[in-house]
C-alpha cells in the first residue's frame, strides 16, 4: 500500500529517474571519471574544466532561450568567429581601441546576426533549421573574408586578460558564465518575459490568443543567442590570444548538446535552465575525462553525436508516454 502512495506522490523509480536523471548521470560520471584518471579531481584540472565549459555555457544558457520556443540555432559557431574577429581587430596595430569597446562592437555584431535570424524566422517564417544554416555560411564567409584567411595575432593585454585573466582566483571567463547564468536563471524563473518564452514555446497559438506577441518573443530569443554568441566570440579569442578563421567550428554541437542532456524538449515549452547548467558540465567532463586518457578528438565527435541521439530519443519516449 505505501509503495502504491509513493507512485501516486510521484515518487516511484520512473518519476525519480525522469525528474533527477540527470543529477544522477552527473554524479556517476564525475566518480567513473574519478577511478579512471589519477589528475581528474586535482585542483588545476578541475578549474581547467571550469574554464574550458565557460564559453560552451554562455552558448548553451542562449540556446536554451531558443529551444524554450521550440527553435534551433546552427550558426552560433560562426557568429562567435565573425565577433571574434572583429573585436580582435581592434585591439591590435599600432594604435589599439580600448578592450571595452571592442568588447561592446563584439557584442553588437553577434545581436545584428541573432536580429537577422530572428527576423527571418519571427516575421517572414523562415523554419529556425534553414534561416539559421544560412546566417551558418554567410558569417563563417565572412569571417574569413574580414581575416583575410589569416589569423590576428598580438591582441592587447587587457583584451586577453577577459580569457585569461583570474580574480581572487577564479578564472574570468568563469566569472563572465556565472553572471550569464544567474541573470538567465532569474529571467526564465521569476520574470514575466521568461514566462512568456515558456508560453509560446509550450502553445503558440494559446499565447498569441492569450495576448502575446509570439513574433517579438521568439524575434527577441534569436537576437539573444547572437548577443551571447558574440561574448562567446570575444571570450575564445581572448583565451586563443587570436582570432581564428577557423573557430567556433562545432560549436553549436556542444551548446545543443548541452542542452538536450539537460533535459529541454526539442519540442519547445519544457526545460530547466539550471538543468543546462549540468549538460555542460557533463559535456565539459567527458572532454576532459577522454582528453586525459587520451582517446582521440575523432572518437569524442563520435561519443557526442551519439550523445544527442540518446537524450532526443528519451525526449521523444517522454513525449508519446512510453
Do not use: H
Not at 220 to 245: D, H, K
Not at 306 to 320: E, F, G, P, T, Y
Amino acid at each position: 500500500m505505501k509503495a502504491v502512495e509513493i507512485e501516486r506522490r510521484g515518487w516511484g523509480p520512473a518519476e525519480i529517474a525522469s525528474r533527477y536523471g540527470i543529477i544522477i548521470s552527473f554524479l556517476a560520471l564525475f566518480l567513473i571519471l574519478s577511478f579512471l584518471s589519477n589528475n581528474f579531481l586535482t585542483p588545476i584540472n578541475i578549474v581547467n574544466v571550469l574554464r574550458q565549459v565557460s564559453i560552451n555555457g554562455v552558448l548553451a544558457v542562449g540556446m536554451t532561450f531558443v529551444i524554450l520556443t521550440a527553435g534551433i540555432d546552427l550558426s552560433i559557431g560562426s557568429i562567435l568567429a565573425l565577433a571574434g574577429a572583429v573585436a580582435a581587430s581592434l585591439v591590435t596595430g599600432a594604435d589599439p581601441l580600448p578592450a571595452t569597446l571592442a568588447v561592446i562592437v563584439g557584442l553588437l555584431v553577434g545581436t545584428a546576426c541573432g536580429v537577422v535570424n530572428g527576423g527571418l524566422i519571427a516575421y517572414f517564417r523562415v523554419p529556425p533549421f534553414v534561416a539559421t544554416l544560412g546566417m551558418l555560411s554567410v558569417a563563417r564567409g565572412a569571417t574569413l573574408l574580414f581575416l583575410g584567411g589569416r589569423p590576428v595575432p598580438n591582441l592587447s593585454l587587457e583584451f586577453r586578460w577577459l580569457g585569461q585573466g583570474a580574480v581572487l582566483g577564479v578564472p574570468v571567463p568563469v566569472i563572465i558564465f556565472a553572471v550569464v547564468f544567474v541573470a538567465a536563471f532569474v529571467t526564465l524563473r521569476y520574470s514575466v518575459y521568461g514566462r512568456r518564452v515558456y508560453a509560446v514555446g509550450g502553445n503558440p497559438r494559446s499565447a498569441k490568443t492569450s495576448g502575446i506577441n509570439t513574433q517579438g518573443i521568439v524575434f527577441s530569443v534569436y537576437a539573444l543567442m547572437g548577443a551571447l554568441a558574440g561574448l562567446a566570440g570575444v571570450m575564445l579569442t581572448a583565451r586563443t590570444t587570436s582570432a581564428l578563421p577557423q573557430a567556433g567550428v562545432g560549436y553549436e554541437l556542444d551548446a545543443i548538446a548541452a542542452v538536450v542532456i539537460g533535459g529541454t524538449s526539442l519540442t519547445g515549452g519544457i526545460g530547466r535552465i539550471a538543468y543546462t547548467l549540468v549538460g555542460v558540465l557533463i559535456i565539459g567532463m567527458i572532454s576532459n575525462g577522454l582528453d586525459l586518457m587520451g582517446v582521440s578528438s575523432y572518437y569524442q565527435q563520435i561519443i557526442k553525436g551519439s550523445i544527442i541521439v540518446l537524450a532526443v530519443l528519451i525526449d521523444r519516449s517522454k513525449d508519446n508516454g512510453v
